[in-house]
């Protein structure tokens, strides 16, 4: 799916029409988008289709009057976050953003009417704000996610809360890839030889590797707190399982009391008196109702039940 914005009166609005200094984002999109594309803008088909890979890694690459950045870009699955690639081709007379999960990543820069593909270079470099703010937004999320599987972690018997874990521990490594290959472009777009840097530019980029240095010192530390949950989940899984075998082996040792009390009482031996008497049967219940209560009283004190 192809869109076509323009900046008119400091006020981004969707065009019909492919134009001088419009940008063009391109969404789940299919080879006849990026053919339509490679008409309309004479950027190379080869540069546009090199988007289609899912794998593709962030780097910069120059083509004579033509830019390509690739930024690795987080997204949300149902099976955790992963990360995919957000092109930005910079053109003599366009600006061409590029990514399958174009509605996930360029939410906040469609509803930022402020940004002017006229100005590349700010309008870039706010493209790269935006996607570090978003790793940490979605680290935000993740971290919430831990302190579920902390809670739940305490009362565990079973693989689901260690499933839950090793969600996170997947999406930590996916970020922590794909923030550090974001820095080394970070780090080339500051030298000033792929985009020139006007006034006001330098100290956002600055703001933009300070937001990506924040995500990468955040992953950091989920990925430590994780390896710690991980090794302890092992042991607390054991511990509540010994609490399990306890709490039954107590409730069976109280629960034998009644039967080992009729069972002698059912042999075949004279009772006397107590035989006799009809009421018998209360007696003996009352009887092992007592002792069971004792036992179990001294039990709980012991904490074995």
Not at 55 to 82: F, S
Not at 127 to 156: C, G, M, P, R
Not at 188 to 194: K, Q, T
């Amino acid at each position: 799916m192809i869109t076509i914005y323009k900046n008119e009166n400091d006020k981004l609005k969707k065009q019909k029409t492919i134009e001088a200094g419009t940008w063009i984002n391109v969404d789940h999109f299919s080879n006849d988008d990026l053919n339509e594309i490679h008409k309309t803008t004479n950027i190379e088909l080869e540069l546009l289709k090199k988007l289609m890979d899912t794998h593709e890694t962030a780097r910069v690459e120059q083509r004579e009057d033509t830019v390509l950045i690739v930024l690795k870009v987080p997204i949300k699955k149902y099976n955790g976050y992963r990360t995919v690639p957000l092109g930005i081709i910079i053109a003599p007379n366009h600006i061409v953003t590029i990514c399958n999960e174009g509605d996930q990543v360029l939410k906040q820069p469609l509803e930022d009417s402020s940004l002017n593909p006229l100005e590349k270079s700010n309008f870039t470099i706010q493209i790269f704000y935006y996607v570090a703010t978003l790793y940490l937004s979605h680290l935000e999320d993740v971290q919430n996610d831990l302190q579920n599987q902390e809670k739940s972690l305490y009362h565990a018997t079973n693989n689901n809360a260690l499933k839950g874990l090793m969600k996170i521990e997947k999406s930590l490594v996916y970020f922590m890839q794909s923030l550090s290959s974001n820095e080394m472009v970070l780090e080339r777009i500051a030298s000033g030889n792929v985009l020139p840097l006007y006034k006001g530019d330098e100290r956002l980029l600055e703001d933009a590797m300070i937001e990506n240095r924040q995500a990468i010192a955040m992953a950091n530390l989920y990925q430590e707190l994780l390896s710690s949950l991980t090794d302890s989940y092992g042991t607390i899984i054991s511990n509540n399982l010994n609490q399990i075998m306890k709490f039954l082996a107590g409730v069976t040792i109280v629960i034998s009391i009644p039967t080992m009390v009729s069972s002698f009482i059912g042999m075949n031996v004279p009772l006397g008196k107590l035989g006799e008497d009809p009421m018998a049967f209360i007696y003996l219940c009352v009887f092992s109702l007592i002792i069971s209560l004792i036992v179990a009283f001294y039990l709980k004190r012991k904490n074995m039940l």
